[in-house]
């Protein structure tokens, strides 16, 4: 079945640096794709849903890179703050109407 | 805000002991899902639903745990035996289809003693 692995497991950037979360999946025939973060204590809340083939989307402080040829799916934290500390946590719909799959998650801690 | 509601956000069992959790999902899902998430993070599915019919579940669900979505009442997810191992964030997801955008309750989480 469909394995989707995150990078990196933990990220420590300052204030108005970068950062990019890396998902790659194994399953050619998934077809939506999501980015969740995760405050301490609190749900699961959605940044992105994307379904095209090599998609950029760009949100709020954020990127979104889809490219379904190398299974590759990024979110990139263009200049980082402090409320974005959090847990990220990508999600690969897979065929077959199967639940979602999720990564294991990306720690991140932007540091003033 | 979650307009997906759990309860108990917080429950403390002995081994052995029967844990009960519910969800209320949004108005109007059909689909309800059941993530467990351990302390690294990672997400287990363990059953859905869409209305009261179960779509998916997995081994240990069937197994050890019952859960329900009952007509115009909370869905439930109870472990009918709790082991150490089951301590862990429970997070009730719902809806409008199986495949599509999952909107996530705050959780409950268990400590198994």
Redesign the interface.
């Known amino acids: 079945g469909e394995q989707v692995e995150q990078r990196p497991p933990h990220l420590s950037v300052r204030e108005g640096d970068s950062a990019v979360i890396t998902c790659t999946y194994t399953d050619p025939n998934s077809?939506?794709f999501?980015w969740?973060k995760q405050e301490p204590?609190?749900?699961?809340q959605?940044l992105m849903?994307v379904f095209s083939s090599t998609e950029i989307n760009e949100g709020q402080g954020f990127t979104v890179l889809l490219n379904k040829k190398d299974k590759r799916l990024s979110l990139n934290l263009t200049a980082a703050h402090p409320g974005d500390s959090a847990?990220y946590?990508c999600?690969v719909?897979p065929q077959g109407?199967?639940?979602?799959?999720?990564g294991?998650?990306t720690?991140v801690s932007v540091s003033p | 805000n979650s307009k997906v509601i759990q309860t108990p956000r917080y429950l403390v069992k002995g081994q052995g002991q029967k844990a009960k959790m519910r969800c209320i999902p949004e108005k109007g899902h059909p689909v309800v899902f059941w993530y467990q998430q351990n302390k690294n993070n990672e997400f287990k599915f363990l059953i859905n639903f869409q209305n009261q019919e179960v779509l998916q579940q997995i081994d240990m669900t069937e197994k050890r745990f019952s859960a329900e979505c009952p007509s115009n009442s909370p869905c439930s997810l109870e472990i009918q035996s709790s082991e150490a191992g089951d301590s862990a964030l429970y997070l009730c997801a719902s809806s409008w289809g199986n495949t599509g955008q999952l909107y996530f309750g705050e959780g409950s989480k268990l400590t198994v003693l």
């Open positions: 077809y939506y999501f969740y204590g609190a749900s699961l959605l849903k847990a946590f999600a719909s109407g199967r639940a979602l799959i999720f294991t998650g720690t």
